[in-house]
């Protein structure tokens, strides 16, 4: 038994997906970043780095970051379909991975959402939201162009998708980002795939 520790509305949503995807058996214990859950004393004693995504695996190590988990998660149920069947694929899958976490989010949302973390001056923090806006929409483009006219970002639904899933998320739910026709038909795509129905109790965070 896997044991995923999520956070509603997080990048974790992303693995969230990707878990119903393969068909794997997981527990889900709550990480509530507002709360600040990723700082307290039992969460770090499983996942030192203090965020999501995480996962417990069956020998008792947690597994994290989001790349390593989603390729992790690929390769180990291969009959579910995201697994590459080739070196080349897999590095492919690993390059839109990469390029969707570490500059589309990491470059990008996380100016725009939290710029406060880096920069203590308003003018500065309104300065870096702006940054991030722009690599958002720089990204957005590139993912766009990468689609084309494709299903998913690289034919048929592989990990790399689930990264697509909870940024076209973000963008669409923070609003002031205009999503191009195909990412927006590429979303609702994936948001009717059976295993995105059975992730939606766990992708928003309960309100009030």
């Not at 992303?14 to 970043?33: C, K, S």
């Not at 390769?75 to 589309?104: C, H, Q």
């Not at 998708?161 to 191009?180: H, I, K, R, S, T």
């Not at 979303?187 to 766990?202: D, K, V």
Request: charged fraction near 20%.
């Amino acid at each position: 038994m896997l044991t995923f520790y999520h956070s509603p509305q997080s990048c974790s949503n992303g693995i969230l997906l990707l878990l119903h995807e393969v068909g794997a058996a997981f527990e889900t214990r709550i990480i509530d970043l507002r709360a600040g859950d990723q700082r307290r004393a039992e969460y770090l004693a499983q996942n030192t780095k203090g965020k999501v995504p995480a996962l417990g695996l069956p020998d008792g190590s947690v597994l994290t970051e989001f790349p390593a988990i989603a390729m992790w998660l690929a390769d180990s149920f291969p009959e579910a379909g995201p697994a590459p069947d080739s070196a080349i694929k897999r590095a492919r899958i690993s390059e839109m991975l990469d390029y969707i976490v570490g500059t589309v989010h990491m470059r990008g949302f996380t100016f725009d959402k939290m710029p406060q973390k880096f920069l203590s001056d308003p003018a500065g923090q309104a300065t870096l939201r702006a940054h991030g806006r722009a690599e958002v929409v720089r990204g957005l483009g590139f993912l766009s162009n990468a689609l084309g006219n494709s299903a998913f970002l690289l034919g048929d639904f592989s990990a790399a998708d689930a990264a697509l899933f909870y940024v076209l998320d973000w963008a669409e739910q923070d609003g002031g980002y205009d999503l191009p026709a195909n990412l927006e038909r590429c979303l609702a795509r994936i948001r009717a795939r059976p295993a995105c129905l059975a992730a939606a109790p766990l992708l928003r965070r309960p309100q009030g």
